[in-house]
């Protein structure tokens, strides 16, 4: 069965067998310091340990100068395939060397250009962001999907870049709109961990997700 482009945010503990399900619906997984923090290192290592993801994204939004960075870095290494960072950090002394240390071990970097909250301000976007990301040159950009215009925006200024985009559901952006806008995948969290049955809701998900993409990709006649 063809992957949905869909990245779980792992919260918080959930039945292994389940996990596995949803993993073969799925793209990826991104864990947290929620996750970390109540399972360890090693719980987490063990719940992730032999599940079908094509990427496990590491989100510890990480945002110090580069030998904070690296050490942190270095606890996940054997248990993730991504980082996501600020950008708002800049480059010299801190992006530069975690990027050196990230490419040195084949692992890949996501920076934050645009957050989903109402408190985030897209004017550092074109002030900063913008060029610590060209100089950064990462793998991948989040991009809140409460902002589709700047979906637009980050999509149009950087066309090679995977974008993948946080606050589609419970922080009220649509299912799909944010592929329909430019993104490459959507991160759901709280939809599917919350859900008596997650499962389940991941189908939902899923159905929902390629029902508004075909509609917003179908030529209008």
């Known amino acids: 069965m063809l992957k949905s482009n869909i990245i779980l945010a792992l919260d918080k503990g959930m039945d292994k067998n389940t996990l596995k399900e ?5 793209y990826g997984v991104k864990i947290g310091t929620p996750l970390i923090y109540d399972l360890g290192l090693n ?15 590491a989100d510890l939004k990480l945002a110090d100068i580069d030998n904070t960075m690296i050490l942190i870095a270095q606890k996940l290494t054997n248990i993730v395939d ?7 950090i800049g480059f010299e002394g801190a992006l530069d060397r975690l990027k050196d240390y990230l490419d040195s071990n084949n692992k890949k970097l996501y ?14 976007y074109e002030e900063f962001i913008k060029v610590v990301i060209s100089k ?18 980050v999509r149009s200024d950087f066309k090679d870049k995977i974008i993948i985009s946080p606050g589609v559901g419970v922080q009220g952006a ?14 759901i969290g709280r939809t599917i961990y919350d859900s008596l049955d997650p499962l389940n809701s991941t189908k939902e998900v899923v ?7 075909s509609e917003c990709k179908t030529p209008k006649t």
């Open 22 to 26: 949803i993993g073969e619906l799925i």
């Open 207 to 213: 159905k929902k997700q390629r029902e508004k993409v």
């Open 82 to 88: 991504s980082y996501i960072a600020h950008s708002f």
């Open 111 to 124: 920076l934050v250009a645009s957050m989903s909250h109402r408190g985030w301000n897209d004017s550092l």
């Open 174 to 187: 649509e299912i799909g709109s944010a592929i329909c806008n430019g993104a490459d995948y959507e991160i």
């Open 136 to 153: 950064v040159n990462p793998y991948g950009l989040v991009v809140g999907a409460t902002r589709p215009e700047m979906i637009k925006k």
């Open 43 to 57: 719980g987490v290592k063990e719940l992730l340990s032999g599940l079908d993801f094509n990427e496990i994204i």
